[in-house]
C-alpha cells in the first residue's frame, strides 16, 4: 500500500506559486514575430498539399477506371468464351445422337 500512497502523493494538486505565470509568459516567443514568419510559409505549403492530393485523387480515378475497363472487358470475355462453349456442346450432343 506503500506504492499507492507514494502515488496518492505525487499527483496530488500543489500550488505552482506566484513566479509561474510570469516564468511561462517569459518562455513565450513575441506575438508579432513568429506568427507573421510562420504565415508566408503557410499558404505555398497548403497550396503544394492540395495540388498533390489532387494529382494523387485524379490518378487513382485513373486506375480505377482502367480496372473497371478491364473488368468489363473480362466479363465479355468469359460470356463470349461461355456461349461458344455452349455451341460446341451442342453440336457434340447432337452428333452423339444422330451416330445411335
Same mark, same amino acid.
Given at each position: &500500500?506503500?506504492?499507492?500512497?507514494?502515488?496518492?502523493?505525487?499527483?496530488?494538486?500543489?500550488?505552482?506559486?506566484?513566479?509561474?505565470?510570469?516564468?511561462?509568459?517569459?518562455?513565450?516567443?513575441?506575438?508579432?514575430?513568429?506568427?507573421?514568419?510562420?504565415? %508566408?510559409?503557410?499558404?505555398? &505549403?497548403?497550396?503544394?498539399?492540395?495540388?498533390?492530393?489532387?494529382?494523387?485523387?485524379?490518378?487513382?480515378?485513373?486506375?480505377?477506371? %482502367? !480496372?473497371? !475497363?478491364?473488368?468489363?472487358?473480362?466479363?465479355?470475355?468469359?460470356?463470349?468464351? !461461355?456461349?461458344?462453349?455452349?455451341?460446341?456442346?451442342?453440336?457434340?450432343? !447432337?452428333?452423339?445422337?444422330?451416330?445411335?
Amino acid at each position: &500500500m506503500d506504492l499507492e500512497r507514494q502515488l496518492r502523493d505525487s499527483l496530488a494538486a500543489r500550488d505552482p506559486g506566484a513566479e509561474f505565470e510570469s516564468a511561462v509568459l517569459a518562455r513565450l516567443p513575441e506575438r508579432g514575430a513568429a506568427p507573421a514568419r510562420r504565415d %508566408r510559409r503557410r499558404w505555398p &505549403m497548403a497550396l503544394a498539399a492540395t495540388v498533390l492530393a489532387a494529382a494523387f485523387g485524379l490518378h487513382w480515378y485513373g486506375v480505377q477506371q %482502367r !480496372s473497371a !475497363s478491364a473488368h468489363r472487358q473480362l466479363l465479355l470475355a468469359l460470356q463470349i468464351t !461461355s456461349y461458344e462453349l455452349d455451341q460446341v456442346q451442342q453440336k457434340l450432343v !447432337s452428333n452423339g445422337t444422330q451416330e445411335d
